[in-house]
C-alpha cells in the first residue's frame, strides 16, 4: 500500500494540471502524505504495506515498494515532512501555479519513491524522475543567474547518474543475483577484484548527487538560483538519494571501498574545510546556506568512513546510526534555513548580509525560528543535529585502542574544526541578518512577521528538530529493530 | 494462407493503387494514402493468420524464412508504414509546394504508393536467409527510397539530398555485390545457413574480406560510422515522412539482415572474435561520432539525423556482443531497442511536422515558446525528449539500458565507455528542445495549429512511452522472448 505515498502527489500534480485549484490540492496532498508518512514510518508492518511486482522477466527487475528497513523509514519520514513544508511556504509566482505546485509535488513523489523502492532499478529511476522538475523548475522560475545555474546541475547530475548507472549494472551483473531486488542483491556476493571498479564508479557517481568535493560546484548555484521549495526539497531530500544508496550498497562492495578509504577521507575533509572556509566567504545568505549543505555532507561521510575502516554494520554499530540521523537532521534544518530565507528574500527584497540588519525587532518570530535553524546547523545540543554530528565523532574513533591515531580518527579530529567554522558563518549571519540597526527595508514600520503559512511549516519543521534532538531514540529505535521478512506476496506478471 | 503472401499482397495493393492514382482528381489524391493505410492494416491482421509454409516448397524455403524474428519485423515494417502514411497525410501540404504544380496535390499520390513498394522491399528483407534474395529486396527498397527522398523536385535541399543518397547508395551496393561474390567465390553457396558449415582455416580470409566489403554497405545502411556521411544531409533535404521512414523502417531492415548475414561469421570458432572486434570498433566509433557531432546542431530535423546515427551505434553494442544464449538473446535486444525507438522518433517527427507546418522552420528555434503557445503539445514533446534522452520510467531508458547491460555481459569495455559518454551528451543536446520550449520566449504568441490526427497520433506515441516505461514486458511478448 506504500505505492499511496508516491500516488497521492503524482495524482495531485495531475489534478492541477487539468484544472484543479492548485493551492488546495497540493496543501491536501502534501498535509495527507505527511499525515499517512508519518503514520506509516512509525507504525510498521510489512504485510500491509509491501506491494512487488514484476514488470520484466529478462533483466528480472520489480516494482516493489515498501519500508526495507528503518532507513526507508526515517528518509521517508524526512520526504514527507520537507514536502509539506515546501508547499505549505512555497510562494508561487502569479499565473504559474501549473507548474510550480506539480513540479514540487513530482520532485516528492521522486524522491518518496526511490526510498521506497526495495528494487535497486525503481530506486535509481524515481530518483531521476525527481531530477527533472527540479531543472525545470530552476531554469524557469528561479532567481538571479538561474539559467546558468539550471545548466550546471543538469549537466553535472546527468553525468553522475550515469556513472552510477553504469556502476549498478556492473554491481548486478557482478554479484549474479536473480532479480534486481535489494534482498537477493544483499544476500550475493562479488568477486573482489571487481569491488574496487564498482566502488569507484559508486562514490564518483553517488558522489557527485551529494555534491562530494571536488563534484560540488554545482550545489550552491543552483541552491541560491532555485525557487526556495526547490532548493528545500532537493537540500533536504533528494541529496540523501546518494548517501542512501552509498549504505543501502555498502555490505556488496565493503572490501572495495576499503581501497579508496583514504582517498575518501581526504575529500571529505576538503568537503569540512575547504567548503567551509568557502563558506565564511559568502556575501549572501542563500549561497553561504547552499554552501553550509555541500560542507555538511562531509561528516556524514565522515561516518560513511568510519564504516568502512570498521568492514562491516556490525562492526561499527555506531556508524549508520549516526550518518542517518544526520542525513534526517540536516534534511531537516536546511530546509527550515532555505524556506526562512525566502521569506526574508520576499519581506526585504534582498539576502545580501550587507543590506540586511536588525530584523529581530520587526520580526521576533522569524528571528527565533531562523535562530533556532542555524544553532542546529552548528550542532548546539538539544536538537537534531548534534545528536547526528555527536555520533559521527563517536563513530570515528569506535575501532580506536588507544596508540597512534588511524586515518579516520585523524579525520575526525580535524573535522571537529568543522563545527567551529558552522559556527562562524552561522552567527555572524544571524547577527548581520537579525542584529544591529535597522536599515529602511528591514525596521518595524516596513514589514511584519510572517505569517501563518509560513510560521505553521517553520513549526512542524523546528518540532521534529527539537524531537529528535532531545530525544534521538524516536528515530534509532526505527533502525534497531530488525529487518523484517521480505514479502512474499507475488502479483500477477 | 502462406507467409509469402503477406508481400504479395502489399505490392499488389501498391500496383493497383498506382493504377488508380492516375485516375483521381487531384485533391483525391489523400485517398491513395487512406487506401493505402488499409491496405497495411488488413496485412497486419493477415500477419497474425498466416501459417508457416509448406516444407516441400523448396524453393521458397530456400529464400524465404519464418521465424519469430521474421514475424515481428514484418509486423514493425508495416506499423512503421502506416506511421509513415499518417504523417504523409499531415505533410501533404508541404509537400505539393514543391510537386508539379505547386499549391495542388498534382503528383503527390505516387509519394504513397512508392512507400508500400518500399514496404514489401523491407518486409521480404526479413525472412531473406540467402545472399541472393537478401540483395534483390534491399535493392528493392533502396531503389524506392532514391525517389522517395528526391521527391520534393521543385526543393533543392530535396534534389541535393536525392543525388547524394543515389551516388552513396550505388556505392554501397556495389559493395555489397562485390561481398557477396567473394563469399559465393570462397564457400560455392549463397545460402546463409550452409555458409557457416563451410568455413574453413583456408578460406576465412577470403570469406572475411567478403564479410568486410558486406558490413560497409550495411553500415551504410543502417547509419554507422565510417558510412554515416549521407546521413545528416539526406535526412534535412527529404521530405519528413521519407526521413521519418528512413531513419526507422529503414534502419530496422539494415539490422534485421545484418543479424542474418552476421550470425553464421559470428557464432564460428575461427573467426568469430575478429568479427566482434569489427563490429566493437564500429559500434564504439558510432557511438562517440554520432552523439558528438550532434552536439552543435541548431536544426531539429538535423539533429533527429545524428541521434539516429547515435542510436544505430547504440543498436550495434548488443550486435557486437552476440549472446544466443537462453536468458536474452541479441536478437531479441535489437527487435526491443528497435520498437522502442519505433514509437519515440516517429513521436519526434510527427512533432516537428507540427512544427513546420505552423512556423515553416525545422530549427530549434522554432520551438521556442511551445511551452506558453501549447501547454500539451509541450509537455509531450518533453516526454518524448526524455524519452530519446534515455530517462528512467520512459521507455527510451529501458532499450539503452539492455543494450549496455549485454555489452557489459559480453565485456566491451571501451564502446560501454562511449557509449556512456554518448548518453552524457545526449542529455545536452535533447535537453536544446526543452530549453527552447520552456526558458525562451517566442516572438508570436498565437495558439499553435494542430490536425487532430497528429494530436491523437502524437498523444497515443506519447502514452506509449510513459506505459512501457513502467512495463515494458508487453515488448517481450511481441518479439516472442
Same mark, same amino acid.
Given at each position: 500500500?506504500?505505492?499511496?505515498?508516491?500516488?497521492?502527489?503524482?495524482?495531485?500534480?495531475?489534478?492541477?494540471?487539468?484544472?484543479?485549484?492548485?493551492?488546495?490540492?497540493?496543501? $491536501?496532498?502534501?498535509?495527507?502524505?505527511?499525515?499517512?508518512?508519518?503514520?506509516?514510518?512509525?507504525?510498521?508492518?510489512?504485510?500491509?504495506?509491501?506491494?512487488?511486482?514484476?514488470?520484466?522477466?529478462?533483466?528480472?527487475?520489480?516494482?516493489?515498494?515498501?519500508?526495507?528497513?528503518?532507513?526507508?523509514?526515517?528518509?521517508?519520514?524526512?520526504?514527507?515532512?520537507?514536502?509539506?513544508?515546501?508547499?505549505?511556504?512555497?510562494?508561487?509566482?502569479?499565473?504559474?501555479?501549473?507548474?510550480?505546485?506539480?513540479?514540487?509535488?513530482?520532485?516528492?513523489?521522486?524522491?518518496?519513491?526511490?526510498?521506497?523502492?526495495?528494487?535497486?532499478?525503481?530506486?535509481?529511476?524515481?530518483?531521476?524522475?525527481?531530477?527533472?522538475?527540479?531543472?525545470?523548475?530552476?531554469?524557469?522560475?528561479?532567481?538571479?543567474?538561474?539559467?546558468?545555474?539550471?545548466?550546471?546541475?543538469?549537466?553535472?547530475?546527468?553525468?553522475?547518474?550515469?556513472?552510477?548507472?553504469?556502476?549498478?549494472?556492473?554491481?548486478?551483473?557482478?554479484?549474479?543475483?536473480?532479480?534486481?531486488?535489494?534482498?537477493?542483491?544483499?544476500?550475493?556476493?562479488?568477486?573482489?577484484?571487481?569491488?574496487?571498479?564498482?566502488?569507484?564508479?559508486?562514490?564518483?557517481?553517488?558522489?557527485?548527487?551529494?555534491?562530494?568535493?571536488?563534484?560540488?560546484?554545482?550545489?550552491?548555484?543552483?541552491?541560491?538560483?532555485?525557487?526556495?521549495?526547490?532548493?528545500?526539497?532537493?537540500?533536504?531530500?533528494?541529496?540523501?538519494?546518494?548517501?542512501?544508496?552509498?549504505?543501502?550498497?555498502?555490505?556488496?562492495?565493503?572490501?572495495?571501498?576499503?581501497?579508496?578509504?583514504?582517498?575518501?577521507?581526504?575529500?571529505?575533509?576538503?568537503?569540512?574545510?575547504?567548503?567551509?572556509?568557502?563558506?565564511?566567504?559568502?556575501?549572501?545568505?542563500?549561497?553561504?546556506?547552499?554552501?553550509?549543505?555541500?560542507?555538511?555532507?562531509?561528516?556524514?561521510?565522515?561516518?560513511?568512513?568510519?564504516?568502512?575502516?570498521?568492514?562491516?554494520?556490525?562492526?561499527?554499530?555506531?556508524?549508520?546510526?549516526?550518518?542517518?540521523?544526520?542525513?534526517?537532521?540536516?534534511?531537516?534544518?536546511?530546509?527550515?534555513?532555505?524556506?526562512?530565507?525566502?521569506?526574508?528574500?520576499?519581506?526585504?527584497?534582498?539576502?545580501?548580509?550587507?543590506?540586511?540588519?536588525?530584523?529581530?525587532?520587526?520580526?521576533?518570530?522569524?528571528?527565533?525560528?531562523?535562530?533556532?535553524?542555524?544553532?542546529?546547523?552548528?550542532?548546539?545540543?538539544?536538537?537534531?543535529?548534534?545528536?547526528?554530528?555527536?555520533?559521527?565523532?563517536?563513530? $570515528?574513533?569506535?575501532?580506536?585502542?588507544?596508540?597512534?591515531?588511524?586515518?579516520?580518527?585523524?579525520?575526525?579530529?580535524?573535522?571537529?574544526?568543522?563545527?567551529?567554522?558552522?559556527?562562524?558563518?552561522?552567527?555572524?549571519?544571524?547577527?548581520?541578518?537579525?542584529?544591529?540597526?535597522?536599515?529602511?527595508?528591514?525596521?518595524?514600520?516596513?514589514?511584519?512577521?510572517?505569517?501563518?503559512?509560513?510560521?505553521?511549516?517553520?513549526?512542524?519543521?523546528?518540532?521534529?528538530?527539537?524531537?529528535?534532538?532531545?530525544?534521538?531514540?524516536?528515530?534509532?529505535?526505527?533502525?534497531?529493530?530488525?529487518?523484517?521478512?521480505?514479502?512474499?506476496?507475488?502479483?500477477?506478471? | 494462407?502462406?507467409?509469402?503472401?503477406?508481400?504479395?499482397?502489399?505490392?499488389?495493393?501498391?500496383?493497383?493503387?498506382?493504377?488508380?492514382?492516375?485516375?483521381?482528381?487531384?485533391?483525391?489524391?489523400?485517398?491513395?494514402?487512406?487506401?493505402?493505410?488499409?491496405?497495411?492494416?488488413?496485412?497486419?491482421?493477415?500477419?497474425?493468420?498466416?501459417?508457416?509454409?509448406?516444407?516441400?516448397?523448396?524453393?521458397?524455403?530456400?529464400?524465404?524464412?519464418?521465424? %519469430?524474428?521474421?514475424?515481428?519485423?514484418?509486423?514493425?515494417?508495416?506499423?512503421?508504414?502506416?506511421?509513415?502514411?499518417?504523417?504523409?497525410?499531415?505533410?501533404?501540404?508541404?509537400?505539393?509546394?514543391?510537386?508539379?504544380?505547386?499549391?495542388?496535390?498534382?503528383?503527390?499520390?505516387?509519394?504513397?504508393?512508392?512507400?508500400?513498394?518500399?514496404?514489401?522491399?523491407?518486409?521480404?528483407?526479413?525472412?531473406?536467409?540467402?545472399?541472393?534474395?537478401?540483395?534483390?529486396?534491399?535493392?528493392?527498397?533502396?531503389?524506392?527510397?532514391?525517389?522517395?527522398?528526391?521527391?520534393?523536385?521543385?526543393?533543392?535541399?530535396?534534389?541535393?539530398?536525392?543525388?547524394?543518397?543515389?551516388?552513396?547508395?550505388?556505392?554501397?551496393?556495389?559493395?555489397?555485390?562485390?561481398?557477396?561474390?567473394?563469399?559465393?567465390?570462397?564457400?560455392?553457396?549463397?545460402?546463409?545457413?550452409?555458409?557457416?558449415?563451410?568455413?574453413?582455416?583456408?578460406?576465412?580470409?577470403?570469406?572475411?574480406?567478403?564479410?568486410?566489403?558486406?558490413?560497409?554497405?550495411?553500415?551504410?545502411?543502417?547509419?554507422?560510422?565510417?558510412?554515416?556521411?549521407?546521413?545528416?544531409?539526406?535526412?534535412?533535404?527529404? %521530405?519528413?515522412?521519407?526521413?521519418?521512414?528512413?531513419?526507422?523502417?529503414?534502419? /530496422?531492415?539494415?539490422?534485421?539482415?545484418?543479424?542474418?548475414?552476421?550470425?553464421?561469421?559470428?557464432?564460428?570458432?575461427?573467426?568469430?572474435?575478429?568479427?566482434?572486434?569489427?563490429?566493437?570498433?564500429? /559500434?564504439?566509433?558510432?557511438?562517440?561520432?554520432?552523439?558528438?557531432? /550532434?552536439?552543435?546542431?541548431?536544426?531539429?530535423?538535423?539533429?533527429?539525423?545524428?541521434?539516429?546515427?547515435?542510436?544505430?551505434?547504440?543498436?550495434?553494442? %548488443?550486435?557486437?556482443?552476440?549472446?544466443?544464449?537462453?536468458?536474452?538473446?541479441?536478437?531479441?535486444?535489437?527487435?526491443?531497442?528497435?520498437?522502442?525507438?519505433?514509437?519515440?522518433?516517429?513521436?519526434?517527427?510527427?512533432?516537428?511536422?507540427?512544427?513546420?507546418?505552423?512556423?515553416?522552420?525545422?530549427?530549434?528555434?522554432?520551438?521556442?515558446?511551445?511551452?506558453?503557445?501549447?501547454?500539451?503539445?509541450?509537455?509531450?514533446?518533453?516526454?518524448?525528449?526524455?524519452?530519446?534522452?534515455?530517462?528512467?520510467?520512459?521507455?527510451?531508458?529501458?532499450?539503452?539500458?539492455?543494450?549496455?547491460?549485454?555489452?557489459?555481459?559480453?565485456?566491451?569495455?571501451?564502446?560501454?565507455?562511449?557509449?556512456?559518454?554518448?548518453?552524457?551528451?545526449?542529455?545536452?543536446?535533447?535537453?536544446?528542445?526543452?530549453?527552447?520550449?520552456?526558458?525562451?520566449?517566442?516572438?508570436?504568441?498565437?495558439?499553435?495549429?494542430?490536425?487532430?490526427?497528429?494530436?491523437?497520433?502524437?498523444?497515443?506515441?506519447?502514452?506509449?512511452?510513459?506505459?512501457?516505461?513502467?512495463?515494458?514486458?508487453?515488448?517481450?511478448?511481441?518479439?516472442?522472448?
Amino acid at each position: 500500500m506504500s505505492i499511496i505515498l508516491i500516488l497521492i502527489p503524482i495524482l495531485a500534480a495531475i489534478a492541477i494540471l487539468i484544472g484543479g485549484k492548485a493551492k488546495p490540492i497540493a496543501l $491536501g496532498a502534501a498535509t495527507l502524505n505527511l499525515i499517512l508518512g508519518l503514520g506509516s514510518a512509525f507504525s510498521f508492518d510489512h504485510s500491509v504495506w509491501g506491494l512487488t511486482l514484476q514488470v520484466l522477466s529478462e533483466p528480472n527487475i520489480h516494482l516493489s515498494l515498501g519500508f526495507y528497513d528503518g532507513m526507508s523509514m526515517i528518509m521517508v519520514a524526512l520526504s514527507v515532512l520537507v514536502l509539506f513544508a515546501a508547499v505549505m511556504s512555497g510562494k508561487c509566482p502569479e499565473g504559474r501555479e501549473k507548474l510550480w505546485y506539480p513540479s514540487i509535488l513530482l520532485i516528492a513523489a521522486g524522491g518518496i519513491g526511490a526510498f521506497l523502492s526495495r528494487d535497486l532499478f525503481f530506486f535509481y529511476a524515481f530518483h531521476e524522475l525527481a531530477l527533472i522538475p527540479t531543472f525545470l523548475m530552476i531554469g524557469m522560475l528561479g532567481s538571479g543567474e538561474r539559467k546558468e545555474a539550471a545548466w550546471k546541475i543538469t549537466i553535472y547530475l546527468a553525468l553522475g547518474s550515469i556513472i552510477l548507472l553504469a556502476g549498478l549494472i556492473w554491481l548486478v551483473a557482478a554479484s549474479g543475483a536473480e532479480t534486481w531486488l535489494f534482498e537477493d542483491l544483499l544476500a550475493s556476493t562479488i568477486d573482489p577484484s571487481a569491488q574496487k571498479g564498482i566502488a569507484a564508479l559508486l562514490i564518483v557517481g553517488f558522489g557527485v548527487l551529494i555534491s562530494l568535493f571536488p563534484f560540488h560546484s554545482w550545489a550552491a548555484p543552483a541552491y541560491a538560483s532555485a525557487p526556495a521549495p526547490v532548493a528545500m526539497l532537493h537540500a533536504g531530500v533528494l541529496k540523501k538519494f546518494g548517501l542512501y544508496g552509498l549504505i543501502r550498497l555498502y555490505p556488496m562492495v565493503s572490501d572495495g571501498m576499503q581501497a579508496w578509504l583514504g582517498v575518501l577521507i581526504v575529500l571529505l575533509l576538503c568537503n569540512i574545510l575547504w567548503i567551509g572556509y568557502v563558506t565564511i566567504n559568502q556575501k549572501r545568505l542563500d549561497m553561504m546556506l547552499g554552501n553550509s549543505s555541500v560542507m555538511h555532507m562531509g561528516y556524514i561521510f565522515l561516518a560513511f568512513a568510519a564504516l568502512i575502516e570498521a568492514g562491516s554494520f556490525a562492526a561499527n554499530p555506531l556508524a549508520k546510526p549516526a550518518a542517518v540521523l544526520l542525513m534526517f537532521a540536516h534534511g531537516v534544518s536546511i530546509a527550515l534555513l532555505f524556506m526562512l530565507t525566502d521569506t526574508i528574500r520576499r519581506k526585504t527584497g534582498t539576502v545580501e548580509l550587507a543590506e540586511l540588519g536588525g530584523l529581530a525587532k520587526a520580526a521576533p518570530r522569524l528571528a527565533f525560528l531562523f535562530g533556532l535553524g542555524a544553532m542546529a546547523s552548528i550542532g548546539l545540543p538539544g536538537l537534531a543535529n548534534f545528536s547526528g554530528e555527536v555520533l559521527v565523532f563517536l563513530s $570515528g574513533f569506535h575501532a580506536y585502542e588507544g596508540g597512534g591515531l588511524g586515518p579516520v580518527q585523524i579525520a575526525t579530529v580535524l573535522a571537529l574544526w568543522g563545527v567551529v567554522i558552522s559556527a562562524v558563518y552561522m552567527l555572524r549571519a544571524f547577527r548581520q541578518t537579525f542584529h544591529g540597526p535597522a536599515v529602511s527595508h528591514t525596521d518595524s514600520n516596513h514589514l511584519k512577521d510572517f505569517g501563518p503559512f509560513c510560521q505553521i511549516p517553520a513549526a512542524v519543521l523546528a518540532v521534529a528538530l527539537l524531537i529528535v534532538g532531545l530525544f534521538p531514540n524516536s528515530l534509532l529505535n526505527l533502525l534497531k529493530s530488525p529487518e523484517a521478512p521480505a514479502p512474499t506476496e507475488q502479483a500477477a506478471e | 494462407m502462406s507467409a509469402y503472401w503477406l508481400e504479395i499482397i502489399v505490392l499488389l495493393g501498391g500496383l493497383v493503387l498506382l493504377l488508380v492514382e492516375a485516375f483521381l482528381a487531384p485533391k483525391q489524391k489523400h485517398m491513395i494514402a487512406s487506401s493505402a493505410i488499409f491496405v497495411l492494416v488488413l496485412t497486419l491482421i493477415c500477419l497474425f493468420l498466416v501459417q508457416p509454409f509448406n516444407v516441400d516448397n523448396k524453393e521458397m524455403t530456400r529464400f524465404y524464412a519464418w521465424d %519469430p524474428s521474421a514475424k515481428f519485423f514484418k509486423g514493425f515494417t508495416i506499423v512503421a508504414t502506416i506511421l509513415t502514411m499518417l504523417l504523409a497525410l499531415d505533410y501533404r501540404r508541404i509537400l505539393s509546394k514543391f510537386t508539379a504544380n505547386p499549391d495542388s496535390e498534382d503528383g503527390t499520390g505516387e509519394y504513397y504508393c512508392l512507400f508500400l513498394f518500399a514496404c514489401a522491399g523491407m518486409m521480404w528483407m526479413a525472412s531473406a536467409k540467402d545472399l541472393v534474395s537478401l540483395f534483390v529486396s534491399l535493392e528493392l527498397t533502396t531503389i524506392t527510397s532514391y525517389i522517395l527522398v528526391g521527391f520534393m523536385r521543385r526543393n533543392v535541399g530535396s534534389l541535393e539530398a536525392g543525388v547524394k543518397f543515389l551516388i552513396l547508395g550505388a556505392l554501397s551496393t556495389g559493395f555489397l555485390v562485390y561481398g557477396i561474390s567473394w563469399i559465393y567465390g570462397a564457400t560455392g553457396t549463397t545460402d546463409l545457413a550452409l555458409i557457416g558449415e563451410q568455413i574453413t582455416k583456408e578460406n576465412s580470409t577470403y570469406l572475411l574480406f567478403g564479410l568486410a566489403l558486406i558490413l560497409i554497405s550495411l553500415a551504410f545502411k543502417v547509419g554507422a560510422v565510417p558510412m554515416h556521411l549521407w546521413i545528416p544531409d539526406v535526412y534535412q533535404g527529404a %521530405p519528413t515522412p521519407t526521413t521519418a521512414f528512413l531513419s526507422i523502417a529503414s534502419k /530496422a531492415s539494415g539490422f534485421v539482415i545484418a543479424i542474418r548475414v552476421i550470425e553464421p561469421f559470428i557464432t564460428d570458432e575461427l573467426i568469430g572474435s575478429k568479427v566482434v572486434t569489427i563490429l566493437a570498433v564500429l /559500434a564504439g566509433a558510432t557511438l562517440l561520432l554520432g552523439n558528438l557531432a /550532434a552536439i552543435p546542431q541548431t536544426n531539429f530535423k538535423r539533429l533527429l539525423a545524428y541521434s539516429s546515427i547515435a542510436n544505430a551505434g547504440f543498436i550495434l553494442l %548488443p550486435l557486437a556482443a552476440w549472446d544466443a544464449g537462453n536468458d536474452l538473446t541479441s536478437k531479441e535486444v535489437i527487435a526491443f531497442y528497435l520498437a522502442i525507438y519505433l514509437i519515440m522518433t516517429f513521436a519526434a517527427f510527427f512533432i516537428l511536422t507540427v512544427i513546420h507546418r505552423n512556423t515553416g522552420s525545422d530549427e530549434i528555434s522554432a520551438f521556442e515558446g511551445l511551452g506558453d503557445r501549447h501547454p500539451a503539445l509541450a509537455f509531450m514533446t518533453a516526454v518524448i525528449i526524455g524519452a530519446l534522452a534515455g530517462l528512467p520510467l520512459t521507455a527510451g531508458f529501458w532499450g539503452k539500458f539492455l543494450a549496455f547491460k549485454m555489452a557489459v555481459s559480453g565485456g566491451l569495455w571501451i564502446p560501454v565507455i562511449l557509449g556512456f559518454i554518448g548518453v552524457a551528451a545526449g542529455f545536452y543536446y535533447y535537453f536544446q528542445i526543452i530549453r527552447a520550449m520552456y526558458w525562451r520566449n517566442s516572438l508570436e504568441d498565437a495558439p499553435l495549429k494542430i490536425r487532430p490526427l497528429s494530436f491523437w497520433v502524437i498523444v497515443v506515441l506519447t502514452s506509449l512511452v510513459g506505459i512501457l516505461g513502467l512495463w515494458p514486458q508487453p515488448i517481450y511478448w511481441l518479439i516472442g522472448a
